[in-house]
């Protein structure tokens, strides 16, 4: 089993910034792909970023490039978004995600409890 706690959202103002942690327990953080999801309200959840297991490969959907970075810290056990120029429509529950194999199909095996990002405009 892995354990996932997200940490670091909150309300933040148009443009601002916030960055999220994923602490993970349980099982070699190392051997996992992690993600970033998120869920809107009334919307079905949907990837906003992955990375690899070393963290050498990540992968952003359109909505996120440029402006959000996915890190983690193996050493750590912990995974980070990093979130800049945030719009109100960037307001969802986010949640981190992790798998043995990929975290792209959409179904990863381990999910966090998820933690709330308010963007007020």
């Known amino acids: 089993q892995v354990q996932l706690v997200e940490s670091g959202g909150g309300l933040v103002q148009a443009g601002g910034s916030l960055r999220l942690s994923c602490a993970a327990s349980?099982?070699?953080?190392?051997?996992?792909?992690m993600g970033w999801f998120r869920q809107a309200p009334g919307k079905e959840r949907e990837l906003g970023a992955s990375?690899?297991?070393?963290?050498?490969?990540?992968y952003y959907t359109d909505y996120v490039k440029g402006r959000f970075t996915i890190s983690r810290d193996n050493a750590k056990n912990t995974l980070y978004l990093q979130m800049n120029s945030l719009k109100p429509e960037d307001t969802a529950v986010y949640y981190c995600?992790?798998?043995?194999?990929?975290?792209?199909?959409?179904?990863?095996?381990?999910w966090g409890q998820g933690t709330q990002v308010t963007v007020s405009s």
């Open positions: 995600a992790a798998d043995l194999n990929t975290v792209r199909s959409g179904t990863p095996r381990y």
């Open positions: 349980g099982r070699t953080f190392s051997d996992y792909a």
């Open positions: 990375i690899s297991r070393a963290g050498g490969i990540t």
